[in-house]
């Protein structure tokens, strides 16, 4: 049966690509309409809260073992019923319609991530379909997993394009999945910030293989293309230098620490998940780029196993800093570079 889901602010949300401090921004500062867009965004969502949790549940209760890439990608057709009509399904040849071909390749990319540099299948590492649903709504500024699909927005096309046009975005989104099936880290406070952390890291090497680069050819930016024109900004947040992704009348000044210092304290956002994740975030830069070479085989495997085999619902981020040195240590060796940037990357940002 067909099920209503929308994306929420409030506690224990269903966890979207868009920071709620923006959509509130554009509350404040926005047009009437730009208003009733971002208010669509926030205000739906009040009716999921815990329906992520709920249907991840479900589908793990309900999972069948299966190999191979499965991939289909639903048109909503700008309602809200999910998951649509068929668009386009594993093998078939692109469609005229680019949102459901950058769902589909996206979802492909992020998959062979997981499988061909990590070992696993698919999101629950038992060959879970990837499901997918594009044009949802109308004018709607945000993507997210809802627990057991996708689902993206065209964006309102004044601040925002649609959300299919950044692969690491899709990988984002998808990577909750896994932390959902892994260490099932809980949606607030420091567990919060890293749950978010761990999409953005994986969203962007996602990203960055895709591309073929290096951690010192990436850009290390989270959503970049997302913005159009008229904003002043390049992505919606900076792994690399955090707090510096956009400064903008509308939407504000990226608000992301990049170190302990500069911590926020707030009850916004449940307790800054989408804030504070810049960082751990700049922790995981700055040993991709003192290991260097291809940021997913090393850096990459140490925050992988760490999240599929250590990391626990409450982790903090000093918890987490253990024990990524810890997995680079038994990885790597005692003495290794790898095991020195982990540990390096956690010291300058100020958490070990």
């Not at 602010?9 to 509130?24: N, S, V, Y």
């Not at 509350?27 to 971002?38: D, F, K, N, S, V």
């Not at 890291?201 to 010192?216: D, E, P, Y």
Request: aromatic share 8%.
């Amino acid at each position: 049966m067909a099920q209503r889901t929308h994306c929420t602010a409030g506690f224990d949300p269903i966890a979207c690509i868009l920071p709620p401090h923006i959509l509130r921004a554009i509350i404040e500062r926005g047009t009437p309409q730009q208003r009733a867009w971002a208010l669509q965004t926030l205000a739906v969502s009040e009716r999921i809260r815990g329906r992520r949790e709920l249907l991840g549940d479900i589908a793990t209760a309900s999972a069948i073992a299966s190999a191979g890439e499965q991939r289909t990608v639903y048109d909503v057709k700008k309602g809200s019923r999910l998951p649509g009509t068929p668009a386009r399904s594993e093998g078939n040849p692109p469609t005229k319609d680019a949102a459901v071909n950058e769902a589909y390749d996206g979802a492909g990319a992020t998959y062979d991530l997981y499988h061909d540099v990590y070992g696993r299948n698919s999101i629950d590492d038992r060959g879970m379909p990837l499901v997918s649903s594009v044009h949802y709504r109308v004018g709607y500024d945000n993507a997210f997993w809802d627990g057991s699909q996708m689902v993206y927005g065209d964006g309102d096309g004044k601040i925002f394009q649609r959300f299919t046009k950044a692969v690491d975005v899709i990988g984002h989104e998808l990577t909750h999945g896994v932390t959902q099936y892994e260490a099932g880290l809980e949606y607030a406070d420091q567990a919060g910030a890293l749950n978010e952390s761990f999409s953005d890291v994986f969203g962007s090497l996602v990203k960055q293989r895709s591309l073929g680069q290096t951690a010192k050819q990436a850009d290390w930016l989270i959503g970049a293309g997302l913005f159009t024109a008229a904003v002043n900004g390049k992505a919606l947040r900076s792994m690399a230098a955090p707090g510096t992704a956009y400064d903008d009348p509308l939407i504000g000044k990226d608000p992301q620490p990049a170190d302990m210092t500069h911590y926020v304290q707030t009850a916004d956002d449940n307790g800054g998940v989408h804030i504070n994740s810049g960082i751990p975030n700049r922790a995981f830069y700055l040993t991709a780029m003192a290991i260097g070479g291809n940021a997913w085989e090393k850096a990459g495997k140490v925050w992988y196993v760490t999240l599929r085999d250590r990391l626990r619902p409450k982790s903090d981020f000093k918890g987490a800093a253990t024990l990524t040195v810890a997995v680079a240590k038994e990885l790597f060796g005692a003495r290794s570079t790898v095991a020195r940037a982990v540990s390096d990357g956690w010291a300058k940002v100020g958490v070990l």
